[in-house]
């Protein structure tokens, strides 16, 4: 099992970045696929951005292609998302997750995640 905190939320004006941190505990980090959900208000939970155990495969949503970056660092069991370019859109709670399963068996479904944070607050103002 794996315990994920997230970190990094908070308020920016349109334009501006942020730096989501995931800090995960438990068996080796580098065992799981790891991804970014979010979910704005009155609207589904949605998937972000994922990437491999290795950390070489990534995949993004369309919505944040070209302004979001995700990575990790197994050697500090944590995960990143890096958002530049922000918009008001982009205004939701963001989750950091993981799955045991390869790279290949995770998909945009919440049920390929086994586990999850407790999300963070980002709030874009215009």
């Known amino acids: 099992q794996v315990q994920l905190v997230e970190s990094g939320g908070g308020l920016v004006q349109a334009g501006g970045s942020l730096r989501l941190s995931c800090a995960a505990s438990?068996?080796?980090?580098?065992?799981?696929?790891m991804g970014w959900f979010r979910q704005a208000p009155g609207k589904e939970r949605d998937l972000v951005a994922r990437?491999?155990?290795?950390?070489?495969?990534?995949d993004y949503a369309d919505s944040v292609k070209g302004r979001f970056t995700i990575s990790r660092d197994n050697a500090k069991n944590t995960l990143y998302l890096q958002m530049n370019s922000l918009k008001p859109e982009d205004t939701a709670v963001y989750y950091c997750v993981a799955s045991s399963r390869p790279y290949y068996y995770t998909s945009v479904s919440r049920s390929a995640w086994e586990y999850w944070g407790q999300g963070t607050q980002v709030t874009v103002s215009s």
């Open positions: 438990g068996r080796p980090f580098s065992n799981y696929a």
């Open positions: 990437i491999s155990q290795s950390g070489k495969t990534l």
